[in-house]
Each structure stands twice: as structure tokens, then as C-alpha cells.
């Protein structure tokens, strides 16, 4: 069965795909939950209307699909609370001032 940890670190390979910066570390990921086989993700994104979602879904669940004793990968979007620039990491924030 995977870990909470586990899904964390492989969804740190799932990047946004205009910053390339991975969804963990730009704040995305609000929550995770590992049940037996099954794992919930609930995220964000930058902005509302913002395309990419069923990109971002569909590498999650083939990353975390990968993990030992995964059976399902639900991924539900929200928007509560609205994504805002503090919830990045030091490491993307700094990424970020070189960007841009």
C-alpha cells in the first residue's frame, strides 16, 4: 500500500506546464489521502479557467498509479481556498525570481 509520503514525492514530478515548476512545490496540492488501493488528491490550480486541468489529472493518476498497491486515483479539483503565491515553497518561490 502507499504512503501519504510516497504520493506526495511522485506527484513532485507532475509540473505545471507554463511555470515548470512541479504542482507540489507551487502549492497546488491541498490535500492527499491514501485508503487500502485507493488515493484522493485534492488540488488547485493558478487561476480559475485555467486549462490545463485535465492534463495535470491525467499525469497524476499515471504517476501514482505506478506506486506499489494502487488501485484508484481519484483527483478532485477546488478552488477553495483560491491559490495565491504564498502557498509556493522557498525553492519554487526562488525559481520563480529567475523566470521572470
Same mark, same amino acid.
Not at 504520493?7 to 489521502?33: A, F, K, S
Not at 485507493?38 to 499525469?59: E, S, W, Y
Not at 515553497?89 to 521572470?100: C, D, I, Q, T
Given at each position: 500500500?502507499?504512503? !501519504?509520503?510516497?504520493? =506526495?514525492?511522485?506527484?513532485?514530478?507532475? $509540473?505545471?506546464?507554463?511555470?515548470?515548476?512541479?504542482?507540489?512545490?507551487?502549492?497546488?496540492? $491541498?490535500?492527499?489521502? !491514501?485508503?487500502?488501493?485507493? !488515493?484522493?488528491?485534492?488540488?488547485?490550480?493558478?487561476?480559475?479557467?485555467?486549462?490545463?486541468?485535465?492534463?495535470?489529472? =491525467?499525469?497524476?493518476?499515471? =504517476?501514482?498509479?505506478?506506486?506499489?498497491?494502487?488501485?484508484?486515483?481519484?483527483?478532485?479539483?477546488?478552488?477553495?481556498?483560491?491559490?495565491?503565491?504564498?502557498?509556493?515553497?522557498?525553492?519554487?518561490?526562488?525559481?520563480? =525570481? $529567475?523566470?521572470?
Amino acid at each position: 500500500m502507499a504512503t !501519504v509520503d510516497e504520493v =506526495r514525492e511522485v506527484l513532485t514530478e507532475v $509540473y505545471d506546464p507554463e511555470l515548470q515548476i512541479d504542482i507540489v512545490n507551487l502549492g497546488m496540492v $491541498y490535500d492527499i489521502q !491514501v485508503n487500502g488501493g485507493d !488515493v484522493h488528491v485534492t488540488m488547485t490550480l493558478t487561476a480559475m479557467g485555467c486549462p490545463i486541468f485535465d492534463l495535470l489529472k =491525467r499525469q497524476i493518476q499515471e =504517476r501514482v498509479s505506478e506506486l506499489d498497491g494502487v488501485d484508484n486515483v481519484d483527483v478532485e479539483l477546488t478552488f477553495d481556498p483560491p491559490w495565491s503565491p504564498e502557498k509556493m515553497s522557498e525553492e519554487a518561490k526562488l525559481a520563480m =525570481r $529567475y523566470m521572470f
